[in-house]
């Protein structure tokens, strides 16, 4: 054999052994990640491919624990009662879905428009029997825009009205809505809540335990910063977790969130519940996807 003919042998061995090695590492199944860390659907899709449940069953061979996915209640029956079965049969928790999609984002909570707050109810009451089909505990609730020509007070005075009349719906199907503050600064100027301090004193006004906080760490870095703090301060009106890093909401180590220290505190705490992972991946493709999963190994609290 000449050389040239060696050495392409040689690279073309060594480029099978590292394929069926990354292979068998993909597949192989990992160690469980301490925290309940949530992806969703299309965050492993090139890796897995766009079945719903080899998505879930990919990422239960790499230690994640929960799922969630904001879509839900616009699959088909069909895909939820499909999806619902394999995460029950992975050992996989649901988490959070969207209680009222992009009607979230009307003057519903804020204002006095009758109708429209009646739709909120009919609105959760329709995603409850989405929930209870796929198993969720908990469905997210954003609170809509300002009205910018009611006095705040009487707004939050509204929010909680309403919030009062959700928790008789969900609570007694064990269900909890966690009211999501969303940034003002870079991606929902004009929504009603927008930092976890304002979510605090609504939970505390409402005095339901159906009704919690979402604490997404993307948002409040950008509108309240001091994390740790805020965190220990809100804590008993905490309901979930989402992260995502900032600049860019992508995977931790991509922007300037100390995600090691933030995760670690959360963990000694004493937190069970779930961290939903709301972002997109840094870089497209099967070695983006790599990067997120080593992105959480690195900083999950061991």
Known sequence: MQRRQFMQAVAGAAIGTSIAARSQAESASAEPFHLKLAPHFGMFASLAGADLVDQLKFAADQGFRAWEDNTMPTRSVEDQTRVAAAMQRLGIEMGTISALGKFGYEVHFAGDDADLRAKVLEQIKSALDVAQRVNAKWMTLVLGSLDPKLNMNYQTANCIDLLRRVCDVVE??????????????????????????????????????????????????????????????????????????????????TGEINYRNVFRHIHDKGWTGIMGLEHGNSRKGPDGERAVIAAYREVDPA
């Not at 966690?178 to 004193?201: A, D, K, W």
């Not at 950008?222 to 965190?231: A, F, K, M, R, V």
């Open 172 to 253: 007694p199907q064990g269900v909890t809505m966690v009211i999501e503050p969303l940034n003002h600064r870079t991606n929902h100027p004009g929504v009603f809540l927008h930092t976890c301090s304002q979510g605090y004193m609504i939970c505390r006004a409402v005095g339901r335990k159906s009704c919690k906080v979402l604490f997404d760490i993307y948002h409040e870095q950008i509108d309240e910063g001091n994390l740790i703090p805020n965190i220990d301060r809100a804590w008993n009106e905490i309901g979930y977790f989402q992260c995502g890093d900032n600049p860019g909401r992508k995977e931790p180590g």
